[in-house]
């Protein structure tokens, strides 16, 4: 008798909540007929390194990793892939013959979702990100590396974004500045970008009403204005950025292409795009 034992994947965090990881890629597993199982992890804050070990010992052949545990996760695996050691954040783990390899897919899933996804060329480009937490180093180090020509990074700890400019700066040769996240530096800053970024939670479900201290007429094409926030589809930056004529893209793209990598790194094969994204758009409609 063939015993059912499909190989696990899951998601670690807490609280989980409504995450849209399973549902995307158990289609995507179920399309290519993939035998592998996609669960949620929620696991207590004490039981972070007994879970960790937990996948050696059951054999699951990885896992992502979410808030509160990207960084706290390091020091519990036994090697960091570089996308992951430069971010010092990990959002992917892959166990390899029962050795746990930490990946960050984050970056390289919001650089796809610009490039591929959107046929944004960011040679040479001036970028202004607001936010320097995790979602904004990730893509700020992958965007520095990738070829743009000038960062700029806004937050409302100014230190922080010097810091991660300061980290930038240490490893790639891309004119990388930090200013303060107020309303009259924007609007200074503004006419040189190319690409804004919002990495900051102002517009997200529920509070959908909220957005970065920008105001509708610092918003001309053909700056193209990306927000990661994909609940709701259109934050109100978007929509009067749209109304502008900018180009805009939400964070759908991020999520459906970091999940994608991680799906390479498990199964060997490229993730079925298509699939994952009518999942999660089915999953989102049903939750507005
Ligand atoms: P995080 O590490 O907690 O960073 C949050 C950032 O937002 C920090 O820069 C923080 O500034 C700033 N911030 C928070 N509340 C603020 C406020 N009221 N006013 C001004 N600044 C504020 O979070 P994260 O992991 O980077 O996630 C940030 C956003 O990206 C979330 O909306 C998340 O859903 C989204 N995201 C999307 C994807 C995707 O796949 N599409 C992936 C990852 C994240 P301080 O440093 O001053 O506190």
């Given amino acids: 008798m063939k015993l059912f034992s499909p190989q696990l994947v899951g998601i670690i965090g807490y609280p989980l909540g409504h995450t849209m990881s399973p549902p995307m890629h158990n289609a995507a597993f179920h399309y290519l007929g993939l035998d592998f199982m996609y669960v949620p992890f929620p696991v207590q804050p004490d039981h972070l390194p007994k879970a960790i070990e937990g996948i050696k010992a059951l054999g699951i052949a990885g896992c992502n990793v979410t808030i509160p545990y990207k960084e706290q996760v390091i020091p519990l695996l036994d090697h960091l892939h570089d996308s992951a050691n430069m971010l010092g954040a990990v959002n992917t783990v892959v166990n390899r013959d029962g050795e746990l390899w930490g990946y960050n897919t984050d970056g390289i899933g ?19 990100i607001l936010g320097a937490g995790g979602a ?30 300061v980290d930038i700066l240490h490893i790639y040769p891309c004119q990388t500045e930090a200013v303060e996240l107020k309303a009259h530096v924007l609007k200074s800053v503004l006419p040189s970008v190319d690409i804004l970024i919002n990495t900051l939670p102002l517009g997200m ?3 959908i009403d909220e957005m970065p201290p920008i105001e509708e007429e610092w918003l001309n094409p053909p700056l193209v204005v990306c927000d ?18 900018c180009r805009v893209i939400n964070g759908e793209g ?35």
């Fill in 110 to 128: 919001f650089l796809r979702s610009l490039t591929e996804e959107s046929n944004i060329d960011i040679r040479g480009k001036t970028v202004l």
């Fill in 228 to 245: 990661l926030i994909y609940n709701p589809p259109k934050t109100k930056l978007l929509a009067l950025a749209k109304k502008r004529g």
């Fill in 205 to 207: 479900y529920p509070q």
């Fill in 254 to 288: 991020m999520l459906i292409y970091q999940g994608a990598e991680a799906f390479q790194l498990w199964t060997g094969q490229k993730a079925p795009i298509l699939i994952m994204r009518r999942v999660l758009e089915q999953h989102l409609l049903r939750q507005v």
């Fill in 136 to 165: 904004a180093r990730a893509v700020a180090f992958t965007l520095a590396g990738a070829g743009i020509g000038r960062l700029i990074i806004a937050n409302r700890n100014h230190h922080k974004g010097l810091n991660l400019a």
